[in-house]
């Protein structure tokens, strides 16, 4: 062995390095270790050896890899409200306060307080989803992609589902509706073309093998031009008529009509349930603007046979998830309190608001300037539908680069890079986090 090799540092003094040890909390002493093992292995093979500080930095990259992997807070400059890789809707804090002392201790979860006896969890937010949205009964699942099964499950096994050709869509995270179809049992009749369907092509694939009439929602594409839909109303009647349940996937759940917030129209629950829909299903965590669950309202009769079906058990929602839920129902009883929702807060911010909060930034930071960008609803909710903003842009040397650098900052700093620009949409920062930003950023910006 020559001395070089000799100058090679301990495992020790690797670990306690001021720069290594904080990662010891997070990764673990395991984690530290091989790391360092690694690293070293790598020195002893390298000409000329590296250095102390050389070997230090490669062992930082390597846990910082790691470290990466775990669930981090993330600030999202991207504009896109409900980002579904940065966890969609954000919730309400006074939801989740609610929330924390039902999680971190025992509940009356299953347990009914009045007569001592054993109590249903699917029953705890009935109350409240009656109230706002006008149904006779609802259950709440894991997500938007588990109620749509479980009622395919529960009706459509064997039998066959009709479905508007200009419906069959396939959203983000590999949920194709006829894959779902299929894998529940289903036989999907598919009617009408692509741009036109009409109650007739419904009536005519109508069959004694006909176990449901599905609708839904086409998330995130429109289909513009020489069009034609049937209308949830006509097709709920003719449902009743000839006797075959009409349900429908509606996706992104508006409680509340989307245009008192500028935004288009967009189909409401409320919309769905007064159409006379037997069941409408819908998600937690996008325009509800709560956590990740699949709700279904409906008829009493409907939402039973749902119940009675066994997979449910497999697809049964936590504590937690209801408990927050239950609080932003709440909230969305009136317009102000609505506003607690992080998702109607951010819809409800000012261009003036925005402006100011852009012009402090480009007066601090060398390069950056004002601008204004369209921001998105995303979570397949309101496709094309673009929410005038305000944010500031930087054109530094390599807008990748930077953007990588901002990642790196814990929380992590999400923006968007376009045309070599590295761009911050303040829509979708929370107010108290400027600071952070702006202080990240002028470290970053160099
Ligand atoms: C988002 C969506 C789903 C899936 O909901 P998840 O909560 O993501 O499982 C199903 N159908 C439609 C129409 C949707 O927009």
């Known amino acids: 062995m020559n001395d070089e090799r000799r100058a090679l540092p301990a495992v020790h003094r ?111 937010v009935t109350a409240l ?32 589902v009709i479905v508007s050709r200009n419906q069959l869509i396939e959203i983000g995270g590999g949920f194709r509706l006829p894959e779902v179809l299929a894998r529940s049992g289903a036989k999907l009749v598919e009617v009408g073309t692509t741009n036109r369907v009409y109650l007739n092509d419904v009536a005519n694939a109508l069959s004694p093998q006909t176990a449901l009439i599905m609708r839904s929602h086409p998330s995130n594409y429109r289909i513009e031009g020489f069009v034609h839909d049937v209308r949830g109303d006509e097709l709920a009647q003719f449902g009743g008529r000839v ?55 409906g008829t009493c009769a409907h939402v039973a046979r749902l119940r009675s079906n066994p997979l449910l058990r497999a697809l049964r929602v936590d504590k937690i998830t209801l408990a927050i839920l239950a609080e932003t129902l709440r909230l969305h009883r009136t317009r102000e309190s609505r506003a607690e929702i992080p998702f109607y807060a951010m819809l409800a911010v000012s261009p003036e608001v925005l402006r100011a909060r852009a012009q402090r930034y480009a007066d601090a930071l060398d390069g950056a300037r004002v601008v204004e960008m369209d921001g998105f609803v995303g979570g397949g909710s309101l496709p094309g539908e673009r929410i005038a903003s305000i944010g500031i842009a930087l054109q530094p040397p390599s807008a990748d680069a930077l953007a990588a650098r901002l990642r790196r900052n ?27 930003l702006l202080a990240a950023l002028r470290r970053t910006v160099k």
């Open 129 to 160: 989803l009656r109230e706002i949205t006008g149904a006779q009964d609802s259950l709440v699942v894991n997500n938007g992609a588990a109620a749509v099964l479980l009622i395919l499950d529960t009706y459509a096994r064997g039998r066959e």
């Open 243 to 297: 006797g075959v349940p009409v349900v429908e996937d509606l996706g992104s759940g508006a409680l509340v009509d989307l245009r008192e917030y500028g935004l288009a129209h967009e189909r409401t629950v409320q919309n769905a349930v007064s159409d006379g829909i037997s069941l409408v299903a819908f998600s937690g965590d996008k325009l509800l603007g709560g956590p990740q669950a699949g709700v279904i309202v």
């Open 410 to 436: 814990r929380p992590a700093i999400i923006a968007r890079v376009h045309d070599g620009r590295v761009l911050f949409d303040l829509r979708t920062v929370a107010r108290e986090d400027d600071e952070f």
């Open 14 to 124: 690797i670990l306690d390095h001021p720069t290594i040890a904080p990662y010891e909390y997070l990764a673990g002493r395991v984690a530290l270790h091989d790391a360092a093992n690694a690293e070293l292995e790598r020195a002893r093979a390298a000409t000329p050896v590296p250095s102390f500080d050389e070997v230090i930095a490669h062992v930082g990259e390597r846990l910082e890899v790691l470290s990466a992997q775990e669930l981090h807070r993330v600030i999202n400059a991207t504009g896109i409200l409900l980002h579904t890789n940065l966890g969609r809707a954000p919730v309400a804090k006074r939801a989740f306060e609610g929330a924390s002392a039902i999680g971190a201790g025992y509940s009356n979860l299953e347990f009914d307080l009045i007569g001592g006896e054993r109590g249903s969890r699917y029953d705890r």
